[in-house]
């Protein structure tokens, strides 16, 4: 089974600076089909999970631009280039390349 | 407007069943892989099981294989997840979401709703 690992556990930032989030897949994520299979969810206080990021890079309709993923192979990163209020919650990196699928610990974004 | 809808939830005791619903609205019900995920209380997300449009392939994560069924009824525009031989670490919010693909993103959610299993 893949097993994801995000650090930190808890990412306080100043309103306006950048934040970035990492996820490491204990195996290559690249599919046979040459596709990554990982998401980036977010998940505000007392809300379900909100996909923002799919197949690695690709961000949602709607999701602002600050927004971004990348990675290759087994390293990921989630950045939010300027952090706002809204963005307060709890991010998942979600592997579903191989089954069973699996999500990371969880990262908690905190404003300082 | 895309929307899910679970149902089912509860207090069961520890060995227990329990059925879960997940209705649907808003998009071709037919169309698409669907999933369960849970969350238990203060903790992160845990896939449970997909499945197939037409419910052919089913998937799970091993710690539940053999005591949950995912299921669907087309007509019913319905999910279900029925829960066997429930443990305490059941005890969870448990999300249905809808899927891109047989290997995701999902992209709906619904609200979740609460199975507490305690004696």
């Known amino acids: 089974d893949i097993v994801m690992t995000q650090t930190p556990l808890s990412s306080p930032v100043t309103l306006g600076q950048p934040a970035s989030i990492s996820c490491r897949s204990s195996?290559?994520?690249?599919?046979?089909?040459?596709?990554?299979?990982l998401s980036w969810l977010q998940q505000r206080p007392g809300q379900p999970p909100r996909l923002l990021i799919y197949k690695n890079s690709n961000r949602l309709s709607g999701v602002p631009d600050r927004f971004s993923g990348s990675g290759a192979g087994t390293d990921f990163t989630l950045k939010i280039s300027r952090v706002e209020a809204e963005d307060v919650g709890v991010y998942y990196c979600?592997?579903?390349?191989?089954?069973?699928?699996?999500f990371g610990q969880g990262t908690k974004l905190e404003i300082k | 407007e895309v929307q899910l809808v679970e149902s089912g939830g509860g207090l069961v005791q520890p060995g227990g069943s329990l059925r879960l619903s997940c209705a649907v609205s808003g998009f071709t019900f037919s169309n698409y892989w669907m999933t369960w995920v849970r969350q238990a209380p203060g903790k992160g997300l845990e896939w449970v099981a997909n499945?197939?449009?037409?419910?052919?392939?089913?998937y799970y994560v091993d710690s539940m294989k053999g005591r949950f069924t995912i299921s669907r009824d087309n007509t019913k525009n319905s999910l279900y997840l029925q829960m066997n031989s429930l443990r305490a670490e059941d005890t969870a919010v448990y999300y249905c979401?809808?899927?891109?693909?047989?290997?995701?993103?999902?992209?709906?959610w619904g609200q979740g709703t609460l199975v507490t299993v305690s004696p």
């Open positions: 979401a809808r899927l891109g693909g047989a290997r995701g993103p999902p992209g709906y």
């Open positions: 499945i197939k449009q037409d419910g052919s392939e089913t």
């Open positions: 979600m592997q579903a390349t191989q089954f069973p699928h699996s």
């Open positions: 195996q290559s994520l690249v599919h046979s089909d040459g596709n990554i299979y």
